[in-house]
C-alpha cells in the first residue's frame, strides 16, 4: 500500500492507539494535519503550543499512556521545549511531533527553520530527523518505545516537509527486533545479591523510613509498596511527585518531606537510621543541605535509571530495576528470611483503575491498625521508633489560623475543596505557594490524582495540565488549584476547554502577589519586595473568565468559599473559574531555608508550632 509520508504518520499513531493528539498547525506541518480528517484520533486545537505540551503531560499523568503533541517547525517547536524540559524532569512519556522545512532548505535560515533535534537533544530521552519518509513507522515505533520503557521521558520527532509529502510503501515493525536502538535495554530485575543486602538491612533497621519517590507511580508500584509497608510495619514518605502512590490516611503515612514538607516526614528521614528510596533521587528540595541530610542513615536506593543511584548519596546497596519488580522480588527476599505476610485482612478500600489498592477519602483508617508479618529472628523492634514519629504529629501538625471576619486563608479554600469533591478527583497544581498548601492539605488515598510540575516548576503548568487531564479521565472530577501570577501565563487555554467542552474547574488562590518569591523576600531579602506585586484587580478574573466562555466567580470570605464550590460542582458543561481573594501576606510552614540542613526546619512564623 502506497502512502504519503504524512499518511504514514497518522496511521502509526493509530497502530500506537493513540486517541488524542493535543496541537496547533503551521507550515512544515501542514501535510499532516490533512489526513486527520480521516483518522480516528481525536485533535484538540491548543491556542498555543506550550499549552499543547503540558496538555500531553496531564494526559500522560493520569492514564499512563504517553501524551502526544504535534506542533510546527521554529517557533512552534521552540514553544514547546518548556514542556518537553517539564517532562523530562518528571519522567513523563511524551512524544512531541514537529514539522521541519524541507530537507533541501535545512542550514539555510529558511523561513520558520530552527534546528529543533539539536534544541531540544538535553532535555528528551531521544529524538529523531526524518529524512527518509520509509523510516516513518519504524521512528515512530522506536518513539514510543523509548518514551515508555525504562524510566520514561519526553521524545520528539522532527519531520521535514518534504518527506510528509513524499510516497512510502506501508508496513508496521513487527516487534523489537525490527526497531533500531542498540544499547537501549532497560534493566527491570534487581539483582539478586543486591535484593537479599537490601533484605537485610530493612531486617536489621531500628528507624527505618520508607523514601517513596514518583518512580512508584511510573511503575505501578502503589499495590506492591503498599505490601511493602504493611509487611515490615515500616513508615513511609511520598515526595511532591510521589503523592497518592501511599494513602495518606493509611496510619504508616507521614506524608511529604523536603523543604515544605509536614514537620514530621523531614524529621523522621533525618532521624532514620535505614532510609528505602524506591523510584526517588535525592532532590535537593527533599534533602536540603546534603552533607547535613540523614547523618545517620544507610541508604537502599531502587531506581530504573542507572545514572540516579549514587549521584547524589552514596547507597549502601544500589538496585537498578523497575520499582514495581524490585519491592516484589524484595517481598520474597524478606519472606525467605523470615518475614512473613501480613497475618489477617490488611486494610480495605477501592481499587483505582490501574488496579492499585486505594483508600475512599471518607473513610479513615485507624492509627495502630496495620502490623508486621510474623517477625524474624532477631529483628530489633521498631515500636519505639513508631511512637516517636506519632509524637511529633501530635506535637507539629499542620497549621493555620481562620479568624473570623478575617483574610480568606488559601488553606482553608484547598482544604473546602477536598471535602466537597469525590475522593478520587484529580487534583492540578500549578507552582508556587498554592502548590505547597495543595500537596499538604489534600488527602491522596489514590494513585494518579495529584498531577503537578516537580522538577523544572514551571509556571502556567495547571490549566493546560488540568485540560489534558480531563481528556484523558473525562469520567474524574478535575479541579485546577492555581495562583494568579500562574493562571496569567496560560489561562487563554481555557478557550481551548470551552471551545472543546472540557469541564474543567480551576481554583484561583488569588493573593495578588508572585507569592513564593514575596515570602522568599520577606524572609531572606529583608523585606524589600521587588517586581512581585500583581494587583488583586488586574485583570478581572470573572470577567476574563466568561469572554473565554467559562462560568466566573469570585469569593471574598470564608462564608463565601463553600456556596462557590458547590455551585461549581454543579456545572459540568463548561469550564469554571472561581477566583479566591485570598490573604497576601500567609506564608507557607513548615519550611527549611534553602541551602540549610532538615534538621534546622522553621515551622510556623514565630518558628514554634505555627499558626493555631
Given at each position: 500500500?502506497?502512502?504519503?509520508?504524512?499518511?504514514?504518520?497518522?496511521?502509526?499513531?493509530?497502530?500506537?492507539?493513540?486517541?488524542?493528539?493535543?496541537?496547533?498547525?503551521?507550515?512544515a506541518i501542514l501535510p499532516v494535519y490533512d489526513p486527520i480528517l480521516d483518522s480516528s484520533i481525536r485533535h484538540v486545537l491548543v491556542r498555543h503550543e506550550q499549552g499543547a505540551g503540558h496538555m500531553a503531560e496531564g494526559y500522560a499523568h493520569v492514564t499512563g499512556r504517553p501524551g502526544v503533541a504535534m506542533v510546527t517547525s521554529g517557533p512552534g517547536a521552540t514553544n514547546i521545549v518548556?514542556?518537553?524540559?517539564?517532562?523530562?524532569?518528571?519522567?513523563?512519556?511524551?512524544?512531541?511531533?514537529?514539522?521541519?522545512?524541507?530537507?533541501?532548505?535545512?542550514?539555510?535560515?529558511?523561513?520558520?527553520?530552527?534546528?529543533?533535534?539539536?534544541?531540544?537533544?538535553?532535555?528528551?530521552?531521544?529524538?529523531?530527523?526524518?529524512?527518509?519518509?520509509?523510516?516513518?513507522?519504524?521512528?515512530v515505533a522506536e518513539a514510543f518505545h523509548v518514551a515508555t520503557t525504562g524510566r520514561p521521558g519526553p521524545v520528539l520527532v522532527d519531520v521535514p516537509k518534504d518527506v510528509s509529502n513524499a510516497l512510502m510503501d506501508w508496513y508496521w515493525p513487527a516487534g523489537i527486533d525490527e526497531l533500531d536502538l542498540p544499547g537501549y535495554k532497560p534493566q527491570t530485575e534487581g539483582d539478586p545479591e543486591?535484593?537479599?543486602?537490601?533484605?537485610?538491612?530493612?531486617?536489621?533497621?531500628?528507624?527505618?523510613?520508607?523514601?517513596?519517590?514518583?518512580?512508584?507511580?511510573?511503575?505501578?508500584?502503589?499495590?506492591?509498596?503498599?505490601?511493602?509497608?504493611?509487611?515490615?510495619?515500616?513508615?513511609?514518605?511520598?515526595?511532591?511527585?510521589?503523592?497518592?502512590?501511599?494513602?495518606?490516611?493509611?496510619?504508616?503515612?507521614?506524608?511529604?518531606?523536603?523543604?515544605?514538607?509536614?514537620?514530621?516526614?523531614?524529621?523522621?528521614?533525618?532521624?532514620?537510621?535505614?532510609?528505602?528510596?524506591?523510584?526517588?533521587?535525592?532532590?535537593?528540595?527533599?534533602?536540603?543541605?546534603?552533607?547535613?541530610?540523614?547523618?545517620?542513615?544507610?541508604?537502599?536506593?531502587?531506581?530504573?535509571?542507572?545514572?540516579?543511584?549514587?549521584?547524589?548519596?552514596?547507597?549502601?546497596?544500589?538496585?537498578?530495576?523497575?520499582?514495581?519488580?524490585?519491592?516484589?522480588?524484595?517481598?520474597?527476599?524478606?519472606?525467605?528470611?523470615?518475614?512473613?505476610?501480613?497475618?489477617?485482612?490488611?486494610?480495605?478500600?477501592?481499587?483505582?483503575?490501574?488496579?492499585?489498592?486505594?483508600?475512599?477519602?471518607?473513610?479513615?483508617?485507624?492509627?495502630?491498625?496495620?502490623?508486621?508479618?510474623?517477625?524474624?529472628?532477631?529483628?530489633?523492634?521498631?515500636?519505639?521508633?513508631?511512637?516517636?514519629?506519632?509524637?511529633?504529629?501530635?506535637?507539629?501538625?499542620?497549621?493555620?489560623?481562620?479568624?473570623?471576619?478575617?483574610?480568606?486563608?488559601?488553606?482553608?479554600?484547598?482544604?473546602?475543596?477536598?471535602?466537597?469533591?469525590?475522593?478520587?478527583?484529580?487534583?492540578?497544581?500549578?507552582?508556587?505557594?498554592?502548590?505547597?498548601?495543595?500537596?499538604?492539605?489534600?488527602?491522596?488515598?489514590?494513585?494518579?490524582?495529584?498531577?503537578?510540575?516537580?522538577?523544572?516548576?514551571?509556571?502556567?503548568?495547571?490549566?493546560?495540565?488540568?485540560?489534558?487531564?480531563?481528556?484523558?479521565?473525562?469520567?474524574?472530577?478535575?479541579?485546577?488549584?492555581?495562583?494568579?501570577?500562574?493562571?496569567?501565563?496560560?489561562?487563554?487555554?481555557?478557550?481551548?476547554?470551552?471551545?472543546?467542552?472540557?469541564?474543567?474547574?480551576?481554583?484561583?488562590?488569588?493573593?495578588?502577589?508572585?507569592?513564593?518569591?514575596?515570602?522568599?523576600?520577606?524572609?531572606?531579602?529583608?523585606?524589600?519586595?521587588?517586581?512581585?506585586?500583581?494587583?488583586?484587580?488586574?485583570?478581572?478574573?470573572?470577567?476574563?473568565?466568561?469572554a473565554m466562555g467559562c462560568v466566573g466567580l469570585k469569593v471574598e470570605s470564608a462564608e463565601e468559599v463553600a456556596p462557590a464550590i458547590e455551585k461549581a460542582n454543579g456545572i459540568d458543561d463548561r469550564p469554571v473559574v472561581i477566583d479566591f481573594r485570598t490573604d497576601a501576606f500567609e506564608k507557607v510552614y513548615p519550611m527549611v531555608p534553602a541551602g540549610a540542613s532538615n534538621s534546622d526546619?522553621?515551622?510556623?512564623?514565630?518558628?514554634?508550632?505555627?499558626?493555631?
Open positions: 500500500m502506497r502512502l504519503t509520508g504524512a499518511q504514514a504518520l497518522i496511521k502509526s499513531l493509530e497502530m500506537q492507539h493513540v486517541e488524542v493528539i493535543f496541537g496547533l498547525p503551521g507550515g518548556t514542556p518537553l524540559a517539564d517532562a523530562m524532569m518528571d519522567s513523563i512519556p511524551m512524544v512531541v511531533i514537529t514539522g521541519q522545512v524541507p530537507t533541501t532548505a535545512i542550514g539555510t535560515d529558511a523561513f520558520q527553520e530552527c534546528p529543533i533535534t539539536g534544541v531540544t537533544m538535553d532535555i528528551t530521552k531521544h529524538n529523531w530527523l526524518v529524512t527518509d519518509a520509509q523510516d516513518l513507522p519504524r521512528v543486591q535484593i537479599r543486602k537490601a533484605a537485610e538491612l530493612m531486617l536489621g533497621a531500628a528507624r527505618p523510613v520508607i523514601y517513596a519517590g514518583g518512580g512508584i507511580l511510573k511503575a505501578r508500584a502503589a499495590e506492591a509498596l503498599r505490601e511493602l509497608a504493611e509487611r515490615t510495619g515500616n513508615p513511609v514518605v511520598t515526595t511532591l511527585m510521589a503523592r497518592g502512590s501511599f494513602p495518606d490516611r493509611h496510619p504508616l503515612c507521614l506524608g511529604m518531606p523536603g523543604m515544605h514538607g509536614n514537620y514530621t516526614a523531614v524529621t523522621a528521614m533525618q532521624k532514620a537510621d535505614l532510609l528505602i528510596a524506591l523510584g526517588s533521587r535525592f532532590d535537593d528540595r527533599v534533602t536540603g543541605k546534603i552533607s547535613a541530610f540523614a547523618p545517620d542513615a544507610k541508604i537502599i536506593h531502587v531506581d530504573v535509571d542507572p545514572a540516579e543511584l549514587g549521584k547524589v548519596r552514596r547507597p549502601d546497596v544500589a538496585i537498578a530495576g523497575d520499582a514495581r519488580v524490585v519491592i516484589e522480588e524484595l517481598l520474597r527476599a524478606l519472606e525467605s528470611l523470615g518475614l512473613g505476610p501480613v497475618g489477617g485482612p490488611s486494610v480495605s478500600g477501592d481499587r483505582s483503575v490501574s488496579g492499585d489498592r486505594s483508600v475512599r477519602g471518607d473513610r479513615s483508617v485507624r492509627a495502630g491498625s496495620v502490623a508486621p508479618g510474623s517477625p524474624a529472628e532477631g529483628r530489633p523492634a521498631i515500636a519505639p521508633w513508631m511512637a516517636q514519629l506519632r509524637a511529633w504529629q501530635e506535637e507539629f501538625p499542620l497549621t493555620y489560623a481562620q479568624e473570623e471576619g478575617g483574610a480568606l486563608k488559601p488553606q482553608l479554600v484547598v482544604e473546602a475543596l477536598r471535602d466537597a469533591t469525590p475522593h478520587d478527583t484529580i487534583v492540578v497544581a500549578g507552582v508556587g505557594q498554592h502548590q505547597m498548601w495543595a500537596s499538604q492539605y489534600w488527602k491522596f488515598d489514590n494513585p494518579y490524582t495529584w498531577v503537578n510540575s516537580g522538577g523544572a516548576g514551571t509556571m502556567g503548568f495547571a490549566v493546560p495540565a488540568a485540560i489534558g487531564a480531563k481528556v484523558g479521565r473525562p469520567d474524574k472530577m478535575v479541579w485546577a488549584i492555581d495562583g494568579d501570577g500562574c493562571f496569567q501565563m496560560t489561562a487563554q487555554e481555557l478557550v481551548t476547554a470551552s471551545a472543546e467542552r472540557i469541564p474543567v474547574k480551576v481554583a484561583i488562590l488569588n493573593n495578588a502577589y508572585l507569592g513564593m518569591v514575596r515570602q522568599w523576600q520577606e524572609l531572606f531579602y529583608e523585606e524589600r519586595y521587588s517586581e512581585v506585586y500583581l494587583s488583586p484587580d488586574l485583570p478581572d478574573y470573572v470577567k476574563w473568565a466568561e526546619i522553621i515551622v510556623g512564623p514565630s518558628g514554634g508550632e505555627g499558626g493555631r
